[in-house]
Nanobody, 117 residues
């Protein structure tokens, strides 16, 4: 079983920065495609960014391009989301997700990011 634990969420002012982390354990991290999603109350969970197993390719949703950077440290079993120039519309619970070819997909429990105007 894979366990994912997010951290780094906080209350920040508009224009501020945060780095979210997701610690993985239980499956070989380097075999997992990793993603960050976010969700606000009453809305569907939205894909923010993802990264391939070797970090060779990344994807970003349009609203975060140029502001957010996804990265991973396979040796330390860690996924990151570096967020800059934060806007109130970035306020959400942020979740990491792991996709395994053999074992399906897993979610963390989320970390809250709140951006004040």
């Amino acid at each position: 079983q894979l366990q994912l634990v997010e951290s780094g969420g906080d209350l920040v002012q508009r224009g501020g920065s945060l780095r979210l982390s997701c610690a993985a354990s239980g499956l070989p991290f380097s075999s997992l495609v990793m993603s960050w999603y976010r969700q606000t109350p009453g809305q569907e969970r939205e894909l923010v960014a993802n990264i391939t197993t070797d970090a060779g390719s990344t994807y970003y949703t349009e609203s975060v391009k140029g502001r957010f950077t996804i990265s991973r440290d396979n040796a330390a079993n860690l996924l990151y989301l570096h967020m800059t120039n934060l806007l109130p519309l970035d306020t959400a619970a942020y979740y990491c997700k792991a996709d395994s070819e053999d074992a399906g997909h897993y979610w963390g429990h989320g970390t809250q990011v709140t951006v004040s105007p």
